[in-house]
């Protein structure tokens, strides 16, 4: 099997760009756990997909398209702010977030701590949770990676005619007026905190115009970051500073608990919430760490360590629909 791979993921000895002049020239002293799993299972990696700025939306020949094409059977990358979401639906291909945690982090270019999470594209659900039951599970380098060394993704044990559903006008949640006001100042927030190491200092672009250090490091930045990148990180360095602090990034911590609460109410009731492939229906997904498929033009929610009732429902949901 054939696996692209989005280019904010290291390889050992290559160049990760992460999509970033800032990053042009760096090469990695290690690889990322994802990519050790892959290469143990004794699948190769074809290629590295492109992305946006540190992981940012991108068109063109991005994982998406890699899987659409037949570059790849699957790819693996990270959503960040709904690009994986609406690139799968453009490239008509699924896109599998596993829940937060139980896929490695490591060796990834951080972008949204609490939020990144390595999924997978592929052009059915068989194809994308075999690849991810590959790729899952514990790793001791990863400080948010649960205590489970090893998941199976599996449909045969469901019973699918007993799982209860919910289609789930995102409006109707609760906190729906919420939810990409709290994401953008939580994403915000960590982005900003994540981009400072990028400085001209230790690795990366440095430029050339300087007088001192404030300036070097000025300049670095002005001169390889996008106007995105600069916009994302002067709010989340407003919405953390002195004064701001308690007002937004403290009141948006406090409504995602809020969220979370309300879904897993949701979740007592039924095993899996369609919703539609919007801004709002992302952001709930990314704040709450719960897995979800996009399939179909539809996103499909379960709760935690749900994945094989998510798998089984979407299959199901599918073959209906042929």
Do not use: W
């Amino acid at each position: 099997m054939k696996i692209a791979i989005d280019e904010n993921i290291l390889i050992k000895d290559e160049i990760c760009a992460a999509g970033s002049k800032m990053l042009y020239n760096f090469k990695s002293p290690y690889s990322a756990t994802v990519v050790d799993k892959i290469k143990t299972a004794g699948m190769t990696v074809s290629h590295k997909s492109k992305t946006g700025e540190f992981g940012n939306e991108t068109d063109g020949e991005n994982a998406a398209y890699a899987v659409k094409t037949g570059l790849s059977d699957v790819a693996l990358g990270i959503d960040v702010d709904g690009a994986a979401y609406r690139s799968a639906v453009k490239n008509n291909v699924v896109y599998i977030k596993p829940t937060y945690g139980t896929v490695s982090r490591f060796g990834v270019v951080a972008n949204v701590s609490s939020v990144d999470q390595i999924g997978v594209y592929a052009k059915n659900l068989d194809d994308g949770f075999a690849a991810l039951s590959i790729i899952a599970g514990y790793d001791k380098n990863d400080g948010t990676s649960y205590p489970i060394e090893k998941y199976e993704y599996k449909t045969n044990d469901i019973d699918v005619k007993a799982l209860k559903k919910l289609e789930l006008n995102v409006d109707e949640f609760k906190y729906s007026d919420y939810l990409t006001q709290v994401y953008l100042i939580i994403s915000s927030a960590e982005f900003s905190g994540n981009i400072s190491r990028f400085d001209g200092l230790k690795f990366g672009y440095r430029s050339e115009k300087f007088k001192n250090v404030n300036d070097l490091i000025i300049h670095s930045r002005s001169e390889s970051f996008t106007t995105e990148t600069k916009i994302k990180a002067l709010m989340g360095t407003y919405v953390l500073s002195e004064g701001q602090y308690d007002k937004y990034y403290y009141k948006a911590t406090q409504i995602r608990r809020l969220i979370k609460q309300e879904l897993d109410e949701i979740f007592r009731q039924y095993d899996c919430v369609v919703l539609p492939p919007c801004d709002k229906a992302v952001a709930l997904v990314n704040l709450t760490g719960c897995p979800a498929v996009i399939t179909d033009g539809k996103i499909i929610m379960a709760k935690e360590f749900d994945e094989n009732k998510l798998f089984a429902f979407g299959k199901s949901l599918l073959e209906e629909e042929k």
